[in-house]
């Protein structure tokens, strides 16, 4: 069975610019949720999808946006590029609800973002 | 203020030693659960932990979670290279509206020197 699949793997972009982000989950996972990874305030929830819809979102600007398509793989998009937005985004798949009790998320690799 | 420390923030130790890392906080939770990342990898789930003094043993790996459910630890006997990575804890938060999500530590960096 594949695992979630984070593409691409590396990305530098400049201020002011945007990117999209893509990813894969497991075959059979309707749940996709992003987060983001920085050494100073390390892993924070950025919005899970379930279904083409989202479901639950944290505290981030509106700059950042996503979204889930029918075969439930997903998008998430980052508009007018920030120094401060340099980042691991990951994106984690899990069958049922991730906020139930013991829900397991599985993790793709990653994207390692840059903005220069 | 950080809901989850996480301590020690790092550690760096020979083969073969023991060690614990510790999670802690002043709220109390539901359950808890522990993952490990390994450079270049995503978090990978080791372990959830329900139960107030709940202990649960994978291998070499010891978690308990604390009698009030408001701090955990993960113990490594006779620590292996392979287990050098980042350490995470994490916890569902609740508002109003139910469970919101996952909240992350900012994680124990482990290195075991061979």
């Known amino acids: 069975k594949a695992g979630v699949t984070q593409t691409p793997r590396y990305l530098i972009k400049t201020r002011g610019q945007q990117v999209t982000l893509s990813c894969s989950p497991i075959s059979g996972h309707r749940s996709v949720s992003w987060y983001q990874q920085t050494p100073g305030q390390g892993l924070q929830f950025l919005f899970e999808y379930f279904s083409e819809t989202q479901r639950n979102k944290g505290n981030f600007p509106g700059r950042f946006s996503g979204r889930q398509f029918s075969n439930s793989r997903s998008e998430m998009n980052v508009s007018t590029l920030e120094l401060g937005d340099s980042a691991l985004y990951l994106c984690?798949?899990?069958?049922?609800?991730?906020?139930?009790?013991?829900?397991?998320?599985?993790f793709g690799s990653g994207t390692q973002l840059s903005v220069l | 203020t950080q809901l989850l420390e996480q301590s020690p923030q790092f550690l760096s130790i020979q083969e073969g030693e023991n060690l614990t890392v510790y999670c802690n906080s002043s709220s109390v939770f539901s359950s808890l659960q522990w993952y490990r990342q390994e450079p270049g990898e995503g978090p990978v789930l080791l372990v959830t932990v329900v139960t107030g003094g709940e202990v649960k043993k994978l291998k070499r790996l010891t978690f308990q979670f604390g009698d009030a459910r408001k701090d955990s630890s993960l113990h490594i006997t006779a620590a292996q290279p392979g287990d050098t990575g980042l350490y995470l804890c994490?916890?569902?938060?609740?508002?109003?509206?139910?469970?919101?999500?996952?909240?992350f530590g900012k994680g124990t960096h482990l290195i075991i020197q061979p």
């Open positions: 984690a798949s899990s069958f049922g609800d991730p906020r139930a009790i013991g829900e397991k998320l599985f």
């Open positions: 994490t916890v569902l938060m609740y508002s109003g509206g139910g469970a919101d999500g996952l909240t």
